[in-house]
Nanobody, 125 residues
Framework: QVQVVESGGGLVPAGGSLRLSCAAS????????MAWFRQAPGKEREFVSA????????YYADSVKGRFTISKDNAKNTVYLQMNSLRPEDTAVYYC??????????????????WGAGTRVTVSS
């Protein structure tokens, strides 16, 4: 079973930056896409960004486009989310997810079968 573990969350002032990491272990050859989702208090989990494991194609939610950058290091089985120009509305628990199918529905939570426990990001105003 693939396991994913997030790290890098914390408290940052508005306008600041953070870099989240997601390390995958186990049979990582099964991974097709890796993604970041987030869930703010009282809200549903929402798509943030995704990257295909082999080709490196990237996808972003409109709310983070131009501020967040997803990248990967296949040798380390790690995906990163560089978050710049953070806003209070970015406050959430950020989850890393992995997908072993190739249906292409990268923004749907139902696409992903490997999930981390999450890392909390708090942006102060």
């Amino acid at each position: 079973q693939v396991q994913v573990v997030e790290s890098g969350g914390g408290l940052v002032p508005a306008g600041g930056s953070l870099r989240l990491s997601c390390a995958a272990s186990g049979p990582t050859f099964k991974i097709v896409t890796m993604a970041w989702f987030r869930q703010a208090p009282g809200k549903e989990r929402e798509f943030v960004s995704a990257i295909t494991w082999s080709g490196g194609s990237t996808y972003y939610a409109d709310s983070v486009k131009g501020r967040f950058t997803i990248s990967k290091d296949n040798a380390k089985n790690t995906v990163y989310l560089q978050m710049n120009s953070l806003r209070p509305e970015d406050t959430a628990v950020y989850y890393c997810a992995g997908d072993s199918s190739s249906s292409g529905h990268y923004s749907s939570i139902y696409e992903y079968n490997y999930w981390g426990a999450g890392t909390r990001v708090t942006v102060s105003s």
